[in-house]
């Protein structure tokens, strides 16, 4: 099955040790998400590539940063965690040019544990 | 700012009943909406949606209602059944393709 696939499910690191959590894809979709949830929140846009280009949410921290390699793989990159950044990460894939409403398909997440 | 607002954390519903999860938004300029059940331990996936030039739009069980006056969405579902307990996030999209989502709403369904 054509699927987004996130790993690890859970990470845990310490205080300001980098960490990078990855997503990949089979669905063939143009445009991946990462998105940051906190508990009982909305999951809140960190940054997104259409194809190849990186578009950055404005209120995205300088500490968060993001690499696609190629079409199937997306990578978030956490310079130095704090204790803030503790939360679930959901990656997300849609196919767009082909009209609007497309539904963005989500991986499982990546539960981010600091120490 | 939270364009996307569902004030009720949460819905108990017997078995059988209609669940109505209601969502609110600030944003007249959404063109899309968009329902996501989430179950734990998964990731978010996609249930209905609609188009802001409808006010209806149906698919088995449930059904998407928006009234675009009073910046208001909701979703019915018809009868309850165990395996909808979940949580039920709404989302929209405005003239680009980014999604801005609600809290969500965590629904049990009571046998």
């Known amino acids: 099955d054509a699927m987004v696939i996130q790993n690890p499910r859970y990470q845990v690191t310490q205080f300001g040790k980098p960490v990078t959590l990855s997503c990949s894809q089979t669905l063939n979709h143009n445009v991946m998400y990462w998105y940051q949830q906190k508990s009982s929140q909305a999951p809140k846009l960190l940054f997104h590539?259409?194809?190849?280009?990186?578009?950055n949410e404005a209120d995205t921290p300088d500490n968060f940063q993001s690499r696609r390699p190629n079409t199937s793989f997306c990578f978030l990159d956490i310079r130095s965690p704090g204790l803030g950044d503790a939360a679930m990460y959901l990656c997300?894939?849609?196919?767009?040019?082909?009209?609007?409403?497309?539904?963005?398909?989500f991986g499982d997440g990546t539960r981010l544990s600091i120490l | 700012d939270q364009q996307v607002k569902q004030n009720s954390p949460s819905l108990s519903v017997q078995e059988g009943r209609i669940s109505i999860l209601n969502c609110d938004y600030t944003?007249?300029?959404?063109?899309?909406f968009l329902w996501y059940k989430k179950y734990p331990a998964e990731g978010p996936t996609f249930l209905i949606s609609?188009?802001?030039?409808?006010d209806k739009n149906e698919d088995g069980r449930f059904t998407v209602f928006l009234n675009k006056s009073a910046k208001h969405l909701s979703l019915h579902i018809v009868p309850s059944q165990p395996g909808d307990s979940a949580v039920y996030f709404c989302a929209a999209i405005r003239n680009d393709y980014k999604l801005s989502f609600g809290a969500g709403t965590t629904v049990t369904v009571r046998a």
């Open positions: 590539y259409y194809d190849k280009d990186f578009n």
């Open positions: 997300a894939t849609s196919r767009e040019g082909q009209g609007f409403g497309q539904p963005q398909h």
């Open positions: 944003n007249s300029m959404f063109d899309y």
């Open positions: 609609i188009s802001s030039i409808k």
